[in-house]
């Protein structure tokens, strides 16, 4: 495996946690939310935890890019 195969591997392993981490936090906050305002379907809550899940992959990914950087 080359050293860029492995940058690639690596990136997409914490783009999926954060995607993990992100939907579990979507769930939780959106979902809840909605819920109390009596308002979750079942298209609103996969939104929010859909959304979620993007932007903890997103977040995660910009720190990993921040973190590989001070390496080099």
């Known amino acids: 495996m080359t050293e ?4 690639k591997a690596k ?7 954060g ?11 959106g979902v809840l939310e909605l819920a109390a305002r009596g ?6 809550a996969g939104l929010a935890i859909g959304l979620g899940a ?4 997103g977040i995660a990914y910009g720190i990993y890019r921040i973190f590989k950087k001070r390496k080099s």
């Not at 990136?11 to 946690?17: D, E």
Request: aromatic share 0%; no cysteine.
């Open 39 to 44: 308002a979750a379907t079942g298209l609103s």
């Open 4 to 7: 860029e195969e492995k940058d």
């Open 19 to 29: 995607a993990g981490v992100g939907s579990a936090g979507g769930a939780t906050v």
């Open 54 to 57: 993007a932007a903890g992959a």
């Open 11 to 17: 990136a997409a392993a914490v783009a999926s946690v």
